[in-house]
């Protein structure tokens, strides 16, 4: 298993287009979760899934953001119409359900920049 | 709701100096602790883990004990290197929140030769 891959790992784009990242978690965790990071703060809740499932959105996830999971597998976070606040680094991170106790394994991230 | 705090950086030692990354945290339940590390350009990677209270994770050199009567989880090394160079991070996950993390700010470390 080569861990939780994301995809692109950078992307530029103009205010205003829309723009979306791939995560591809361990095969054998069910869990998958997204978080934003800015510069010098740490990973901030934005939306996780089970199998499948997106069970919990977070208040930061605007309307223009959207998260999908199909079969469970990868999952894709789409950001429409980008402003220049959507600036931020979006990590992955799958588990299994004892992810509570054993910690999650994050992805190398996907950088965007919107100009 | 869940919060943690963790010591301000940036943080700059000797090598082989002592390391010790304050945190402290809230919390409604009893959750269980962690420390991330980031490696510049790279994503979050588990270092150590405990628990319970009184339990100690440890990895690489890295120890920290889960105080439950202080609500604190501190990160100390005996002797830094260079390599240890990173962003730490303090965190905490709740069963009862579907394992969601809260995590702090983040701490810079710079071990200079």
């Known amino acids: 298993d080569t861990g939780v891959s994301q995809d692109p790992r950078h992307k530029i784009t103009k205010r205003g287009q829309n723009v979306t990242f791939r995560c591809d978690p361990i095969s054998e965790h069910n869990r998958l979760y997204w978080y934003r990071q800015t510069l010098g703060q740490g990973p901030e809740f934005l939306t996780y899934?089970?199998?499948?499932?997106?069970?919990?959105k977070s208040r930061l996830l605007s309307d223009r953001f959207s998260a999908e999971r199909p079969k469970g597998s990868f999952s894709t976070l789409e950001i429409q119409r980008t402003e220049q606040g959507d600036s931020a680094m979006y990590l992955c991170a799958s588990s299994t359900e004892q992810g509570a106790d054993y910690g999650y394994t994050f992805g190398s991230g996907t950088r965007l920049t919107v100009v | 709701g869940d919060s943690v705090t963790q010591m301000e950086g940036p943080v700059t030692l000797s090598e082989e100096a002592f390391l010790t990354i304050n945190c402290t945290y809230t919390a409604t339940g009893y959750p269980s602790l962690f420390w991330y590390v980031q490696y510049p350009g790279e994503g979050l990677q588990l270092l150590l883990k405990a628990t319970k209270a009184d339990d100690k994770g440890s990895n690489k050199g890295f120890e920290a004990t889960y105080r439950k009567e202080t609500t604190s989880f501190h990160l100390e090394k005996g002797s830094v290197q260079v390599s240890d160079s990173a962003v730490y991070f303090c965190a905490l996950s709740e069963r009862a929140n579907a394992g969601k993390s809260t995590f702090g700010d983040g701490t810079t470390l710079t071990v200079k030769p």
């Open positions: 899934f089970q199998n499948e499932a997106q069970l919990e």
